[in-house]
């Protein structure tokens, strides 16, 4: 019997990186959470904020799936940490704001904080910016790797998860075989039983119809074989390299097709809960399967 009540695993990695030098200290974080598809987040300081495409394109050549947080934190030292204004792109700004306003009067114009946070208004002096995007380039690529082996040590546990409940599917496949003779005498009963309705206005047409019927609702074995089948090549891209997460999304549903189909043939009561029984086991396999890349 399945425990209905079994949570299931989220994955979640994380990952953290500093960096030293004269001109400052850089502290980097990654998150990562379960999400069927990649979806990339940064915080970056302001002047740091073009390294933003490369570290995205990274993530896209690297991971298939979660939902990436990238926190990048700069603090320029003491002796480098002056701020200038870069008029010529304030100057820009400025005319595009005018524009706004002459063409939407009702919109609120920011302040000169807002302006202040605008990418490029506001330069750092006195610091080689382009060492410090090195590091802080350098420092993304070894927390991603942490972040990388951390997935796959989540992985490996949720592998061996999703394999016990492969193991009870094949359990409830057994089961139903087993209760096949049950399940055939029932459908015979059931059969008699609307014979015994129209005796008296008995068809041929009608007891054929009605004999096709029951072939159709007795013949489970297609979908028993079909289960197994699945179940093994889940278990077979479980030892493969590489994403495979989407194709056992597809393994997922055709899983759950068989189950709703067993379930619609069912006569008796244990093959309707042993379906019942697939339908959980294969959605706590889907829930942990968007985990997998």
């Given at each position: 019997?399945?425990?209905?009540?079994?949570?299931?695993?989220?994955?979640?990695?994380?990952?953290?990186?500093?960096?030293?030098?004269?001109?400052?200290?850089?502290?980097?974080?990654?998150?990562?959470?379960?999400?069927?598809?990649?979806?990339?987040?940064?915080?970056?300081?302001?002047?740091?904020?073009?390294?933003?495409?490369?570290?995205?394109e990274t993530l896209r050549e690297r991971l298939a799936r979660g939902k990436v947080e990238c926190y990048l934190r700069?603090?320029?030292?003491?002796?480098?940490?002056?701020?200038?204004?870069?008029?010529?792109?304030?100057?820009?700004?400025?005319?595009?704001?005018?524009e706004i306003r002459e063409a939407l009067p009702q919109v609120a114009m920011p302040d000169a904080l807002a302006l202040l946070d605008h990418p490029g208004i506001v330069e750092a002096q006195g610091i080689d910016l382009e060492t410090v995007k090195a590091e802080a380039a350098s420092l993304f690529q070894v927390s991603l790797d942490e972040l990388i082996d951390a997935r796959a040590r989540e992985g490996a546990k949720l592998a061996t998860l999703i394999r016990e409940r492969l193991s009870g599917v094949r359990e409830q496949v057994a089961e139903v075989r087993q209760r096949m003779p049950e399940i055939l005498e029932r459908q015979r009963a059931q059969l008699l039983e609307r014979l015994e309705a129209i005796r008296a206005e008995l068809d041929p047409q009608r007891l054929e119809a009605e004999l096709v019927l029951l072939a159709q609702k007795a013949d489970v074995d297609e979908e028993l074989d079909r289960l197994e089948t699945h179940v093994g090549e889940v278990e077979r891209q479980l030892g493969q390299k590489g994403p495979k997460g989407r194709r056992l999304d597809f393994l997922m549903q055709e899983l759950n097709r068989e189950a709703n189909t067993l379930s619609s043939k069912s006569a008796v009561a244990s093959t309707t809960r042993c379906a019942v029984e697939l339908k959980v086991l294969i959605e706590q396999m889907r829930e942990q399967i968007q985990n997998i890349e």
């Open positions: 019997m399945v425990d209905h009540s079994t949570r299931v695993h989220s994955m979640t990695a994380f990952a953290r990186g500093s960096r030293e030098g004269d001109w400052g200290s850089l502290q980097l974080e990654l998150r990562s959470v379960n999400q069927r598809y990649l979806e990339p987040f940064f915080r970056l300081p302001e002047a740091l904020r073009d390294l933003e495409p490369s570290f995205r700069f603090e320029p030292t003491d002796a480098s940490e002056s701020l200038a204004v870069n008029h010529k792109r304030l100057v820009a700004l400025a005319e595009a704001l005018g």
